[in-house]
């Protein structure tokens, strides 16, 4: 059974940073690519930002030149480096690792911005 276990989340001021990670551990077959999504509150599940295979980064147009992807294949652990964070970043975010054929998620970790 495969488990994403997320930390980092937490309340923190506008223009603030927080750090995510995401470790995933079981059996999978090999990792095409890790990422983040979030979800705020009536709103649906967006990506935030995904690290595929080959060391590509993709990112929502809204976290570009403030947040940062990163992984440690060695660990299955994929970051998320958040900066100058804005009120209109609280949501949930969750993890996301996709090894074909299946896609497995975390359980999400709350990140509220004050502003």
């Known amino acids: 059974q495969v488990q994403l276990v997320e930390s980092g989340g937490g309340l923190v001021q506008a223009g603030g940073s927080l750090r995510l990670s995401c470790a995933a551990s079981g059996r999978f077959f090999s990792i095409k690519g890790m990422g983040w999504y979030r979800q705020a509150p009536a709103k649906q599940r967006e990506l935030v930002a995904a690290s595929g295979s080959g060391g590509m980064s993709n990112y929502a147009e809204s976290v570009k030149g403030r947040f940062t992807i990163s992984r440690d294949n060695g660990k299955n652990t994929v970051y998320l480096q958040m900066n100058s964070l804005k009120p209109e970043d609280t949501a949930v975010y969750y993890c996301?690792?996709?090894?074909?054929?299946?896609?497995?998620w975390g359980q999400g970790t709350q990140v509220t911005v004050s502003s």
């Open positions: 996301n690792l996709v090894a074909a054929p299946y896609d497995y």
